[in-house]
């Protein structure tokens, strides 16, 4: 027996018409996506199709949700859940469109603002299942490698966009997010998302408590508005040469050691300094990290190195404030979950519009995934898509017909798994 004839497996192929569906973990999601009432709402505020033959918007919106949970990474991947006829079966969805009939969908004026409301309402019925009332935002900047021709260069020097992005701290919620040309500056619009975020949490009956940012939200502007609505800030500080004043004001008796969340002392030293832009603003505090500068040249002789946390919480310490103000890292992770994840570092359009509208159809996708945490196992709150991917949504099942009733078949050793969760989605539901 040769080499070749050794590696063929000892079994058959042949074709059936069973409806069979490897994907019926998927069922969860849009049974969650019901009880938030996304599905119904998406049925409401977009306009029926003028056409029996067209396509509407809410098969449209679920199937593309459906294909970035499942992992989809381009538009073109919606095929496969059209080949997947057990879960539309499950699922409801009559008629999967195709990519040019959802490049269409993608380029109707006013998709973009129907979408914000759809985020908007999704998002305050995520932050009740989670008992959410004070919220700490991280706010950032990203930036998505394009080759289309309308993609503009980027601060990098690469072809491309840059969305700006906020996420409640916790959970990964994205509360906003504003696809933007590759050669908007980061600190563009930052203002401006905050204040957004902070109108439509109020309608909520919530509270925007703490927001977190790197230097692009460090402007008089945004400080004047969290100063304003009682919103506590930490951004890091440009070196701009008043902040580096600033810093050698501070006496050497006022330097402390800097201990780590363990209480291990680490090798930087923190102090805090009153600062303010000028005379006619609110005055906040700088909290200053330095260490010890490893590459002294002509060009930098100063010993130590800096890192500047300009804050309006005036009752912590400066070493909670520096610990708190670091977790703000935890965005970066979001934003990869959110563009490895679920597909949204690949740009399907020319259009900055089209792609602004498909960008806000990823972030439906992301904060359902983030929503249907809630009534899973501890063990898996924390987990990324791709974890959920491999336990939850690739899942073998058989749908077949009976009585009127679609019944999902699946082996045993999933159906408690499964169960567990459709009763937690169906006592939190009420249903």
């Known amino acids: 027996m040769n080499s070749i004839q050794q590696t063929i497996l000892p079994f058959q192929l042949k074709k059936t018409n069973d409806c069979i569906t490897s994907r019926s973990g998927l069922a969860i999601y849009l049974e969650a996506a019901i009880g938030f009432g996304l599905t119904k709402k998406i049925k409401e505020i977009f306009p029926r199709s003028g056409s029996n033959r067209g396509h509407n918007a809410h098969d449209i919106i679920m199937s593309l949700i459906l294909m970035m949970l499942a992992g989809g990474q381009h538009m073109n991947d919606i095929r496969e859940i059209a080949q997947d006829k057990g879960l539309l ?39 009740k299942q989670m008992s959410l009332n004070e919220l700490t935002v991280d706010i950032d900047a990203t930036l998505i490698e394009s080759n289309k021709q309308n993609a503009a260069i980027t601060y990098k020097g690469f072809k491309g966009y840059c969305p700006l992005l906020s996420f409640e701290a916790s959970s990964g919620l994205c509360l906003a997010g504003k696809f933007r040309d590759g050669n908007e500056s980061p600190s563009s619009g930052v203002t401006e998302q905050i204040k957004y975020i902070n109108r439509y949490l109020k309608k909520f009956k919530k509270q925007l408590k703490y927001v977190r940012s790197d230097s692009a939200a460090y402007n008089h502007k945004f400080f004047d508005f969290c100063f304003e609505n009682g919103i506590i800030f930490t951004v890091t500080a440009d070196h701009d040469s008043a902040v580096i004043s600033a810093i050698k004001s501070i006496l050497e008796s006022e330097w402390k050691p800097l201990f780590d969340e363990d209480g291990v002392k680490t090798d930087r030293e923190y102090a805090t300094t009153v600062h303010a832009f000028n005379a006619n603003t609110n005055a906040f505090t700088l909290v200053v990290q ?16 800096y890192h500047v946390i300009a804050t309006n919480d005036f009752n912590s310490d400066g070493r909670d404030i520096i610990l708190f103000h670091n977790k703000r890292g935890n965005a970066e992770n979001y934003i990869k979950e959110l563009k ?23 972030l439906l996708a992301l904060n359902l995934a983030v929503g249907v945490k809630e009534f899973l196992p501890q063990d898996f709150k924390k987990s ?4 959920l991917r491999f336990y939850l949504i690739l899942i073998p099942g058989k749908v077949i017909l009976h009585g ?3 019944i999902l078949k699946m082996q045993k050793r999933f159906l408690e798994f499964i169960s567990s969760i459709r009763r937690n989605i169906a006592l939190a539901f009420k249903i």
């Open 89 to 127: 079966k499950v699922c409801g969805i009559k008629k999967v469109p195709s990519p040019d009939a959802i490049a269409r969908f993608l380029s109707k004026k006013n998709n973009l603002r129907l979408f914000n409301f759809i985020i908007e309402y999704l998002n305050n019925q995520i932050l």
């Open 290 to 305: 330095r260490w010890k500068n490893p590459q002294m040249n002509l060009f930098e002789p100063d010993k130590y190195c």
């Open 340 to 362: 490895c994840g679920f597909g949204l570092e690949n740009i399907p359009t020319g259009q900055l519009y089209s792609n602004a509208v498909y960008f806000a159809i990823g």
């Open 384 to 387: 990324t898509i791709a974890t």
């Open 404 to 406: 009127r009733q679609i």
